[in-house]
């Protein structure tokens, strides 16, 4: 590890020492607040603690050169926000409301939003916090939404490594009708069959692609990359669908790639991968590239076993915009 990296904490684990909080009941949101990063009540009947109504998002502000912070896509990630709290039934805020909590406190904690290749993470979460452990089949009438701001530092401070992943060909991921529910549940479902790889294959990721149908891993989109060229799956709903995804496929398309969306199957991505790429999408990392698929039987190394060229190139430019460094043609960036 780089000295950089050993002064730097993991990603998540730091705080600002102020929050945004807000709670629904009797119908309607309370106003919202932002006071100091504390303990919250929570009744231990609460609803999300027996029976896991919860959503969560997360996006990245950027302080740029002239010290002024930008919000990448917020828009986006809050229409996404309100399709799982929908889906999971629990009140649906306004994209407005979570929008004036976010910003409300980023200008309270604008001192703490590093400088890039660091940023401030932005984590809303919404919980049903009714006490009611006879509600299993009802939804929960009280919540609270909360926003937590995380100063984090460069995902590859320590080099990019290129990523081991274990094909899962039989564990599904998550439950059919929510793969595109970001919430808490889905993490848990996946753990286990995560860590069952990582004992037996030594893997960072698992690549769930249940009955040979590639879909995405535990936590970040899936693309298979190659000169001209990028194929992902198209947008259904067994996946998340990650805005890093959309955004490297929009620029990609700026960039003379032809961008494919449409289901395939492990063995045609490891047809792909003898001498083309494969990359992980998401907030934390943006794009994480794949030195070598796993399978059973079986150890696949993707190229020459190193991150990408294309990987590198694709993920620096939208880092670029993020940054500032390159223009925001798609009107992404929003200056707090
Ligand atoms: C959050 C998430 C992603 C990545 O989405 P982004 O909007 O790109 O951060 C991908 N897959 C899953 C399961 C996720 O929860």
Known sequence: MSATA???????????????IAWY???QWGPSSVVPLAPIPLHPAAHVLHYASECFEGFKAYRWADDRIHLFRMDRHLARFRQSAESLVLPVPEARFVGDMVTALIERCHAVVPEAPGALYLRPALIGTTANIGAAAA?????????LASPVWDYFSGGAKPLKIWVEEHATRCASHLG?????GNYAAALGPTMAARRAHQVDQVLFCPGGDVQETGAANFLLIREGHILTRHLDRSFLHGVTRDSLLTMAGDLGYRVEERAFSVDEMVQWVKTGEAALSGTAAVLAGVGSL??????ITVGDGQVGVHTQRLRSALVEIQ??????RHGWLQTV
Not at 142 to 147: D, G, I, P, T
Not at 323 to 328: F, L
């Open 6 to 20: 050993a002064q730097h904490p993991p990603f998540g684990s730091v705080f600002a020492d102020v929050m945004a």
């Open 25 to 27: 009941r009797d119908g």
């Open 139 to 147: 939804p929960s009438t009280e919540a609270c939404l909360m926003v």
């Open 180 to 184: 595109c529910t970001k919430t808490g």
């Open 294 to 299: 796993q399978r059973a039987g079986e150890t």
């Open 323 to 328: 940054q500032g460094r390159a223009p925001d």
